[in-house]
């Protein structure tokens, strides 16, 4: 055989091919987290910028808990595409859990920036529902003293109602239940079973029944309502 064709048939079995995508999906999806890590680094390796095998190694090591790998995952993502919202989406999700499972002097110098890439999610798309999850969690949890804020909150909330109404009122009864109005969480969270009857719905509904309003037999009511309506 020629050395020329030597060369590029060894250069064409070291490179890897569309099914070994597949294949670390498919290991990921099955919790096989190992073995799609080492998939996705090979492709990662012949590839550096194939933005899809990173996007998996940062969600690898974030169900990991593994924060500061994430977070250079992430990192590569913005910096190879920095108008996809998603990726400073997660680059903030991944940052805001190294926050709250560090001490508070670290997790106080992390927030702003925490708070910037999920704003910049929102900028890059007006319609970016997750991050202003994120966002009315983070000022429902913050303390008043850092930005902690409950009418920050509800402003998202608002801008969740004219997007997605079930997503709001859902978010309208999130808030309400943290600040201990439960009439109140009970009627945005019925508003969005009537809306969506998604089970999500029913379940914050049936949880709050169940926790907060100490009503176990409606809780049982609205989960039989449930599984009846989403039964295949």
Request: charged share 30%; hydrophobic share 35%.
């Amino acid at each position: 055989m020629p050395k020329i064709a030597f060369c590029l048939l060894l250069f064409l079995m070291s490179v890897s091919t569309p099914g070994d995508f597949d294949k670390a999906v498919k290991c990921y999806q099955s919790g096989d987290l190992s073995q799609a890590k080492s998939l996705f680094e090979k492709l990662v390796a012949d590839n550096p910028k194939d933005v899809k095998s990173i996007e998996f190694l940062g969600d690898i090591e974030g169900r990991r808990r593994s924060w500061d790998r994430a977070l250079v995952y992430y990192g590569r993502l913005r910096k190879l595409n920095p108008s996809e919202a998603n990726y400073c989406y997660k680059y903030g999700g991944a940052l805001g859990m190294k926050a709250k499972e560090s001490n508070k002097f670290t997790a106080l110098s992390l927030i702003g920036e925490v708070r910037s890439s999920f704003e910049k999610a929102i900028q890059l798309n007006p319609r970016h529902i997750e991050a202003r999850w994120a966002l009315i969690e983070l000022y429902l949890q913050l303390p008043g003293i850092v930005g902690g804020s409950e009418a920050k909150a509800s402003r998202y909330a608002e801008e969740l109602l004219k997007i997605s109404p079930v997503d709001g009122y859902l978010a309208k009864g999130r808030i309400a239940e943290y600040f201990e109005r439960y009439p109140t969480a009970e009627r945005y969270y019925q508003k969005a079973v009537d809306i969506g009857g998604s089970k999500t719905s029913y379940q914050k509904l049936a949880d709050l029944y169940k926790n907060k309003m100490n009503q176990p037999e409606k809780a049982r009511a609205i989960l039989a309502e449930s599984s009846q309506k989403h039964k295949s």
